[in-house]
Each structure stands twice: as C-alpha cells, then as structure tokens.
C-alpha cells in the first residue's frame, strides 16, 4: 500500500531553530520519566517481559488479506515461502470468517513442510488462521502473535507486512540479523518505512515495507485494536505504533531496506515489486472517517489516511 507524505517547508526553519534551544536548554530527561507525562495506563495494558538473549529460536512471516484480495496473493505467498535466503520456520495468513480460499492456497497450507525435501531444504509451514470476527487490518500482527503466545511461544520473531507487496529475497533475513534486544532490555521493532504522523505526532513504521517484533513484546493492547473507532481500527500502523511506544518499545529503521523517499523506491534485497492488481483493491488509502471517526469505504486519498492518524491520536489521548 502506497502512499506519499508533504514535506516540510522551509518556512519551517525558524520553529526548528526555536524548538532546538528549548530542547538544549532543558535538562536531560530519561525515557523512563517522558513515559509517567504520557497517559496512564490498565495494568492489562502493561508491557509482556520476553527474553533478550541471541538470535530468535522462530522466526513467523504474517500478513492478513480480505475476501476480494485473496485469490490474487500468491506471488506474495510464493516470495516468502520458496524465495528467500533465510526462510521463516511458519507463514501465517489470517482472515476473517466469511473469506474463501483460493484453491492454490488450500494446496499450500494442507502441504506437509517436509514433503518431498531435505531437512536443510524445508519449506515453511503456510498455515490459514481463520478468525471469529475481523478486527481489520491490524490482524497481519495479532493474529500472529496470538497463535505464537498460545503455544507458549514468547521469543519468536514476527515479521508482519502487506498482501499487495512482493517482498525481495533477503528481507526475512535482515529482519533476523537484526532481532535483539538494545541497552537494558528494551526491545525494538524494525521497519523498512518510518514517518511522523498523527495528533500528537509519533514515529510511526508501516508495514508496507515489513515490520519485525518479538512476540512477547506485543503489547496487550494492540489485541483490542478490532474493538476501537474505524479512525483507529483502519489505521493499523499508527495505532501500533502508539500502542509500541506506550509500552516503551524503540522503533528503528533498518538500514539495508530503508525507503528513497525521492526515488520513491526501496531497495531490491527487500522489495521486489508491488503488487498492482492488488493494491487498489479495497485499499486503506481510500477509507475516510467522519467527525465521529465512522469510516466511508472509498473517495480517500493518503491525506485521508494521514487525518485519519489525527483522529486517532486524540481519541486514544483522550482515553476513547
């Protein structure tokens, strides 16, 4: 899902010199602190605790799809289980109840991982989660991380990204390079694509470009993101984001796949191409919300997608 960001003007120039002697002239303050000034928290919300130590044992590849998206999703399937260098041990693929499966997806998932290949050649598990209801768009990471905390899997590696992407050969693996913790135990979500956005604005990674997480690091709160307003339930990276920051996570930019917001391109290790007759499909970009955040499904653009993140900003500010 693709989407262009305005710059900032060089009118701007003057409020960053301002905002960079405040910043100079305070003293320092630790993440700790800056978290007690944001709001408060349910204790059901509070951050999991999750081992730090090496390399994932697991590593997952998710995504989620809709009914009329799914039949035209296999290149995407393919690139992840038969087309990378470091393949993910399982791929999950969540849907809600009405949506049908296509018959090569059907074939894919009722595959034997091992069948007819050596150990050292194993294709990954492709499993279908078929979910009660559908919580939206932000199914691509808890359905995952539902399934892997369910099986008393707390340190596996999430990858998550989008259904109309066909992602480059490399990018599970740089994921996998990168999956650790950073000073004392905080732990870090990776992404190929980070922009400011919403009301208040926070760094938010999009999953256009793969975003990576341990599973025990999966904030509680991101499980409920099916039960907010659609300014929140249909703006997926933002809300995890916050939910991320919310529970101290830091979100970095992974280097080797990092958006040329000029060329508008990013590089072939992580994305091969996108996937066109997809995208355009039922696309996020086109969901607009009223004054109450109710969504209207088409006639939006990205700047609908970025006052959507505003809306939902101040709704979650405001405890909403």
Not at 10 to 27: K, N, R
Not at 46 to 58: D, F, N, T
Not at 136 to 165: C, F, Q, S
Not at 237 to 258: P, V
């Amino acid at each position: 899902m693709m989407w262009r960001y305005s710059l900032v003007g060089a009118g701007s120039l003057s409020a960053l010199v301002v905002f960079c002697l405040l910043i100079f002239d305070q003293p320092a303050v630790d993440a700790a602190h800056f978290r007690q000034d944001q709001p408060s928290l349910d204790s059901a919300f509070v951050r999991r605790e999750v081992s730090c130590s090496g390399q994932p044992s697991r590593v997952a590849f998710s995504l989620t799809t809709t009914a009329k998206r799914i039949e035209y999703i296999q290149p995407v399937i393919d690139a992840i289980v038969t087309g990378q260098t470091r393949p993910p041990d399982v791929v999950y693929v969540s849907v809600g109840p009405d949506v049908k499966l296509p018959s090569w997806l059907e074939t894919y998932s009722a595959q034997d991982s091992a069948a007819g290949a050596s150990s050292s050649q194993k294709l990954p598990l492709v499993r279908v989660l078929r979910q009660d209801r559908d919580p939206g768009p932000g199914l691509k990471l808890i359905g995952a991380a539902r399934e892997e905390l369910a099986a008393g899997h707390r340190d596996t590696l999430i990858v998550y990204g989008d259904d109309d992407v066909v992602y480059g050969k490399d990018v599970v693996n740089i994921h996998v390079s990168r999956a650790h913790c950073q000073g004392e135990g905080q732990q870090v979500a990776w992404g190929s694509r980070l922009i400011t956005a919403g009301d208040p604005k926070i760094p938010v990674l999009e999953a256009t470009g793969t975003i990576s997480i341990l599973s025990g690091a999966v904030p509680e709160r991101a499980f409920v993101i099916g039960e907010t307003a659609d300014a929140c339930k249909f703006s997926d990276d933002f809300y995890l984001a916050y939910t991320f920051r919310e529970a101290g996570l830091d979100l970095k930019l992974l280097d080797e796949c990092k958006m040329d917001w000029v060329q508008g391109t990013m590089s072939p290790r992580c994305k091969e191409r996108d996937l066109e007759e997809v995208r355009h499909i039922g696309a996020l970009s086109s969901v607009s919300v009223d004054h109450r955040g109710k969504a209207n499904r088409g006639g939006g653009d990205w700047r609908d997608q970025l006052r959507r993140y505003e809306m939902c900003g101040k709704m979650l500010v405001g405890g909403q």
